[in-house]
């Protein structure tokens, strides 16, 4: 995948978890999706089903273990979909 | 944020939603007095927050089979099968659940939790796959993250999203193990089984049932959701409870998969725990024996959830899709769930209150689970009374 795919992963994370959070901070790279974002596990589950259908991709729920931030959730999506 | 901050961040985001002094979990309960009533503060309420299907909790056979089996044989076993042994009733109740569902296999668990968390984490380990229901109990998510393997959800009782979810794991179907339930305890609706055997069939996959809540409920003899479809032989793998249908503690796995005896020695929640008490096993083997011929409990539980179900709909309760022994009324709001919640506790009435993210699809639910031992009179008055109720909806939106 190239960089601009990137980009659109983390474009559509953001526009997503903006949907999802009640917070009205601005979501960047480095927000922390659980602490700062107040998205509870099931909303987060949700949307990582989304994501798969987006891209047509198996995203594993325990993956998620290793995730915090919308950085790490895009990087995430990023390794799985050029995995595949 | 350290450890017990953490806690206190919790402890806080929980009295935003139930200010203290709501006791909606964990009430306590000052006397049981049936199967139905029991005492909570100084009310006399109708319980309609068990499980306790068939209304069998005071049978005075599984009563007197516990009292005979503590006196033969010690209020508990002190340790696992493992290290211990296995006692007469261990080995029968196995026997039983076996030949109830025409197995060659069954292993018997400490709890429900632990039938579930011990039978998937022995099936499947790190670079295999589970396909689950989104609306999964804790048991078989938990049971999932104890097993190391790859956990993939699919919606709720979607086959179309399944399928696409089963596609995109390519050969990895060969190690995937496909989840649902018999009956789901949020709502009450029923795996759509038939479908799940097509696909389960089609992509070569080994599926697992959790009859929990549909154990004593569905079918002729109470086998539960594999009963009422025909497809006993098609699941590879049935996990249940003894909590609800049953009125014990404990849970089990029956299969027709020689393997099955192998969880013994690989599955920790098997290995690691204290086995069920003799009085356990003894009235659970009795209920069992009261489950398989007690097709007019079932019929009586039915009439029961049938005649609560429509009088709810009737008064424009939003409710799951089938009627059933759970029956969950849907609400927009935390609060208006919970203004339902007490209004009935204040009409004597104890049913379950389910806040997000526990309830699906961000709702929050009031649930009431019905059964065989109510009355037609007290399902009119539960029934009457959530009707009475139902324009508080409107005022705590």
Redesign the interface.
């Given at each position: 995948m190239s960089e601009s795919n990137y980009d659109e992963i983390m474009k559509l994370l953001c526009d997503r978890l903006s949907g999802l959070s009640n917070s009205s901070i601005q979501i960047t790279p480095e927000t922390n999706i659980i602490?700062q974002l107040s998205i509870?596990?099931?909303?987060l589950?949700?949307l990582?089903?989304e994501i798969?259908?987006t891209f047509?991709?198996?995203?594993?729920?325990?993956?998620l273990t290793d995730v915090q931030t919308v950085r790490e959730l895009a990087d995430l999506v990023y390794k799985i979909k050029s995995a595949s | 944020m350290n450890l017990l901050e953490k806690l206190d961040a919790s402890a806080a985001a929980r009295k935003a939603l139930l200010p203290d002094g709501v006791g909606a979990f964990g009430i306590p309960i000052e006397e049981v007095y049936s199967a139905t009533e029991a005492r909570i503060g100084d009310r006399r309420v109708l319980l309609l927050g068990t499980n306790n299907y068939l209304g069998l909790t005071f049978a005075p056979e599984c009563i007197r089979a516990a009292h005979e089996a503590i006196d033969k044989e010690g209020t508990g076993t002190t340790g696992s099968r493992m290290a211990n042994g296995s006692y007469f009733g261990h080995r029968s109740l196995e026997r039983e659940f076996a030949d109830f569902y025409q197995c060659d296999s069954a292993i018997v668990f400490t709890t429900g939790y632990q039938a579930n968390l011990g039978t998937i984490s022995g099936l499947v380990g790190p670079g295999d796959t589970v396909l689950i229901d989104g609306d999964s109990h804790a048991s078989i998510y938990d049971g999932c993250v104890l097993s190391g393997a790859d956990i993939i959800r699919f919606k709720h009782n979607d086959m179309v999203d399944m399928e696409k979810r089963l596609r995109r794991l390519g050969n990895r179907v060969e190690t995937t193990l496909i989840i649902a339930e018999g009956i789901y305890s949020m709502l009450g609706d029923q795996a759509p089984l038939t479908d799940i055997v097509k696909l389960k069939k089609a992509y070569g996959c080994i599926l697992l049932l959790d009859e929990a809540h549909s154990l004593g409920v569905l079918g002729e003899t109470g086998q539960g959701l594999v009963e009422t479809t025909g497809l006993l032989k098609e699941v590879d793998f049935i996990t249940g409870t003894f909590s609800k249908s049953l009125c014990s503690i404990g849970g089990f796995c029956v299969s027709n998969h020689p393997q099955l005896e192998q969880l013994r020695y690989v599955s920790h929640p098997y290995i690691f725990t204290a086995s069920p008490s003799p009085a356990t096993i003894a009235s659970t083997r009795a209920a069992l024996e009261l489950l398989r011929k007690g097709s007019h409990l079932r019929k009586q539980l039915w009439q029961n959830c049938t005649q609560l179900y429509t009088r709810l709909k009737e008064g424009g309760y939003l409710l799951g899709p089938h009627p059933g022994p759970v029956i969950a009324a849907i609400v927009d709001t935390p609060r208006q769930a919970l203004l339902l919640w007490q209004n009935l506790l204040e009409h004597n009435i104890y049913v379950n209150l389910i806040l997000p993210p526990a309830a699906p699809e961000g709702k929050s639910l009031v649930r009431c689970s019905v059964n065989a031992a109510h009355t037609p009179e007290q399902i009119k008055y539960v029934g009457d009374t959530f009707c009475k109720l139902h324009s508080l909806l409107c005022t705590a939106s």
């Open positions: 602490s509870d596990s099931i909303k589950l949700n990582i089903m798969e259908d047509d991709v198996s995203i594993p729920i325990n993956a | -």
